[in-house]
């Protein structure tokens, strides 16, 4: 960022599915990312079966990205129970892995959590019944709450938070019905409204909607790359946000 720049471009994308996308689709948008933004945000499914090495090819490809870069992990990050290795490769790339914890980038903070399941508003799931559904909702509480308590942590006024899972219905319309309340959670959207938000960010909802908005009218946008192939057809499929800087007296 210079001096005189008035504004900071977020540059963000997630449901990689490293190595299932090819190197080429990938290779474009961290080229593009380089030249259009100065922050890179990666929500989530970073790879396609969340095997270390799928996390390596991911890692020489982001070796040339030069902005700073932000994710979290998505659901298929831990298919294969690998989900510490694919962080710390992650890290090691350079990427700053959020998961309940906040960062400060060009004055802006992030906060970072996966996310999970659970459905929205009154056709949401409750904690009633057999265990294994009760701890199916306390895991969607305890993702909401990791959300909440990074968001708790940022000390600046402006704050975008970034998820795999959606945090409201909307960002899921174009989906199958029946698959909606395993595309993200109310909990989350829960946790966004207890503090004054820039944006928010997640993936997950290949077939959903690219943007929506809160309760509280701040907007949410769906980077699942999929979406964004769609969305973008003529240019490189990755979201852009622009979030103007604070005037200096």
């Not at 710390?88 to 906040?102: F, H, P, Q, T």
């Not at 060009?106 to 265990?131: T, V």
Request: aromatic share 6%.
């Amino acid at each position: 960022m210079t001096a005189l720049q008035d504004k900071i471009r977020i540059a963000a994308v997630g449901d990689l599915h490293c190595p299932k996308t090819s190197e080429g689709v990938l290779r474009t948008i961290f080229d593009y990312v380089n030249e259009e933004a100065e922050i890179l945000l990666l929500c989530g499914d970073l790879t396609d079966y969340g095997k270390p090495e799928e996390a390596l090819v991911l890692s020489k490809l982001l070796a040339g990205v030069k902005i700073p870069m932000l994710g979290v992990l998505g659901n298929h990050d831990y298919e294969s129970g690998k989900s510490e290795d694919i962080k710390r490769i992650m890290c090691e790339a350079g990427v700053v892995m959020l998961d309940g914890d906040s960062r400060i980038v060009h004055d802006i903070g992030f906060a970072g959590a996966k996310g999970f399941a659970g459905g929205f508003g009154g056709r949401a799931l409750q904690p009633w019944g057999e265990d294994a559904l009760k701890q199916f909702v306390r895991e969607s509480m305890d993702e909401a709450m990791k959300l909440e308590s990074a968001l708790a942590k940022v000390q600046v006024p402006r704050r975008i938070a970034l998820m795999h899972y959606a945090p409201i219905a909307e960002t899921t319309n174009g989906e199958p019905l029946e698959i909606v309340p395993f595309l993200g959670s109310g909990h989350l959207e829960d946790a966004l409204s207890r503090f004054p938000l820039v944006a928010a960010f997640h993936g997950h909802a290949h077939h959903g909607a690219p943007e929506g908005y809160t309760k509280d009218r701040v907007p949410v946008y769906n980077v699942a790359l999929p979406l964004l192939q769609r969305t973008f057809p003529n240019r490189p499929p990755v979201r852009i946000l622009e979030v103007p800087c604070p005037i200096l007296a």
